[in-house]
């Protein structure tokens, strides 16, 4: 849901509250004001018309205030220029509320030992010990997932499994914004890259690299201080054929596995979908 739109939805609103107010001072004024003092049964039939005359205009905002809702108006986040944006994960300030590799995953002891001895002290209490580095030039030694794994040490499928809960088929239950947040951790994309996911989002037609007309694209709003900067966060899904009839803006589950792909010259998250089923909304639709 857009800025734009938010801001239009609280305005009419507004407006509807503030015609009610108006309409229904006029009425009382119409009905406790008549301007002289006599016996108003010689025109009690135009007055009830009049009554019944701004009752009817009173409705229309109200009803208009009523139906143009988040939910109602909601269609329009579809044409919001971020929808089809690729997230920048790594230069993002969300990326660390969004990881899903949340701490640092310790050594087994015998490794952790291990490292403790080649560093020449014991390792202190509490402390976490992590893979030695590698050497500059040896196989392997990719400086990005290298840096990564200094601040987090390495990343596992066991620490997946740990941090990420599975549903009783095994997939590993993850939001969309958690999914588009994978991209640029190498170690956490390895990991992840295959193994079957499931995730409850909101669905649009896929307007970007669909060629063959065999993608939709899936979001969740992110909502950071309050709904006006509410602004999608969104991944592709590719069915292979033509996707399953679905609602535009319609909550579903889909389950299927993660590839990383690079379109646009930006490396992007792709959903391959496997199932997809139409869903209630979260009882918490935003992130």
Same mark, same amino acid.
């Given at each position: 849901m857009g800025t734009t739109m938010i801001r239009t939805t609280m305005r009419a609103k507004r407006a509807a509250a503030a015609g009610?107010?108006?309409? &229904?001072? &006029?009425?009382?004024? &119409?009905?406790a004001d008549c301007?002289? =003092?006599?016996?108003?049964?010689?025109?009690?039939?135009? /007055?009830w018309l009049n009554r019944i005359t701004l009752l009817a205009i009173m409705i229309v905002p109200i009803t208009v205030g009523a139906s143009y809702t988040p939910d109602a108006d909601s269609a329009a986040a579809g044409t919001h220029t971020g929808l089809y944006?690729?997230? =920048?994960?790594?230069?993002?300030?969300?990326?660390?509320?969004? /990881?899903?590799r949340k701490e640092k995953p310790a050594l087994p002891p015998a490794l952790a030992?291990?490292?403790?001895?080649?560093? *020449?002290? =014991? &390792?202190?209490?509490?402390?976490?010990?992590?893979?030695?580095?590698?050497?500059? *030039?040896?196989? *392997?030694?990719d400086p990005q997932?290298?840096?990564?794994?200094?601040?987090?040490?390495?990343? @596992?499928?066991?620490?997946?499994?740990?941090?990420?809960?599975? /549903?009783p088929e095994g997939n590993f239950m993850l939001s969309?914004?958690?999914?588009?947040?994978?991209v640029g951790d190498t170690e956490v994309e390895n990991v992840l890259g295959g193994q079957p996911v499931e995730t409850v989002a909101q669905i649009m037609p896929e307007k970007l690299n669909n060629p063959n007309g065999t993608r939709a694209r899936i979001f969740r709003l992110f909502v950071q201080c309050c709904m006006a900067d509410a602004r999608p966060l969104s991944v592709p899904?590719?069915?292979?054929?033509?996707?399953?009839?679905?609602?535009?803006?319609?909550?579903?589950?889909?389950?299927? /596995?993660?590839?990383?792909?690079?379109?646009?010259?930006?490396?992007?998250?792709?959903?391959?979908?496997?199932?997809?089923?139409? @869903?209630?909304?979260?009882?918490?639709?935003y992130g």
């Open positions: 009610t107010i108006m309409v &229904t001072r &006029t009425i009382m004024v &119409t009905h301007g002289h =003092d006599h016996d108003h049964h010689h025109h009690d039939g135009g /007055s944006n690729p997230v =920048d994960a790594e230069a993002s300030p969300l990326r660390e509320q969004f /990881s899903i030992a291990a490292e403790a001895a080649r560093q *020449g002290a =014991d &390792t202190p209490a509490g402390a976490i010990a992590q893979a030695p580095p590698l050497e500059e *030039g040896q196989p *392997g030694a997932a290298q840096a990564q794994t200094n601040v987090y040490g390495a990343f @596992t499928l066991e620490d997946l499994k740990q941090q990420v809960e599975q /549903s969309v914004p958690e999914i588009a947040f994978t899904v590719e069915f292979g054929k033509e996707p399953p009839a679905f609602r535009e803006m319609g909550w579903v589950k889909i389950v299927g /596995s993660i590839e990383y792909v690079v379109e646009g010259g930006k490396r992007v998250p792709l959903l391959n979908a496997k199932a997809m089923e139409e @869903t209630e909304a979260p009882k918490n639709p």
